[in-house]
């Protein structure tokens, strides 16, 4: 194999792994979010009662897989943060703690 077909499968597989890393992180946001959504349905509909350290969890989980997401995709160059805010549909109280620490 010559130098520059091994360089570009090392680079086709490196774009594989980001890739791959991304979809994870989006996914990780996903389940998070939703998993708040259910939990809030639940207590709305009454079908479970409202426990506030139990939602605080759930937020801070949402969060930090917003920021990871955020994190991921600003690595890939893709720094329209709000682009995932709409697409997500992430709340604000999530948005707003979705940052460093």
Not at 14 to 26: D, N, Q, T
Not at 35 to 58: C, I, M, Q, Y
């Amino acid at each position: 194999m010559s130098d520059e077909k091994a360089l570009k499968s090392v680079e086709h597989e490196i774009a594989g792994e980001k890739a791959g890393a991304i979809a994870r992180s989006g996914r990780k946001l996903r389940v998070a979010l939703d998993n708040l959504r259910r939990f809030d349905e639940r207590v709305g509909s009454h079908t479970r009662l409202a426990d506030p350290v139990a939602r605080a969890k759930l937020v801070e989980a949402a969060a930090d897989a917003f920021w990871s997401y955020v994190v991921q995709r600003e690595v890939m160059g893709l720094v329209d943060s709000e682009y995932i805010r709409r697409e997500y549909g992430v709340p604000h109280e999530v948005w707003r703690r979705g940052s460093p620490r």
